[in-house]
């Protein structure tokens, strides 16, 4: 299955959110978020389509903007 | 069922894209985007949770970033 472009970008986005805030691992990560390392592991490879309230989950658990989230996906 | 205010955020802020975008009608936006004209209201009214590939879709409709999409809600 190839995995969309825009999901790819928002996958590693959200690897590199999640390092520089200093979740060094997913599991810590899923943990603070309240929702599955796998399912982190999934969003990080491109491999699931989150809601809009995932994304808002993510982004306060990031202390960003859900903005931010999706900054680096190209209209 | 009390909407959660980021989908509010996210429904009143594609309205006013979709307007501004020249979109008057929710029949034509719909048409325009391949999607449900019940379904573009349902999200306008925040009673709907789009995943990140509609939201994509609704951004390249519109023709701004997937980013601007959820520019109004706060982190």
């Known amino acids: 299955m190839t995995i ?12 590199a959110l999640r390092q520089a805030n200093g979740h060094a691992s997913q599991e810590a990560f899923a943990h603070h978020v309240g929702l599955d390392r796998t399912y982190i592991s999934g969003l990080e490879r491109g491999a699931r ?27």
């Open 4 to 15: 969309p472009a825009h999901r790819r970008a928002f996958g590693e986005h959200l690897r």
């Open 49 to 75: 389509n989150p809601t809009l309230d995932v994304i808002v989950k993510l982004a306060r658990g990031l202390d960003v903007s859900p903005a931010e989230m999706l900054a680096t996906i190209d209209a």
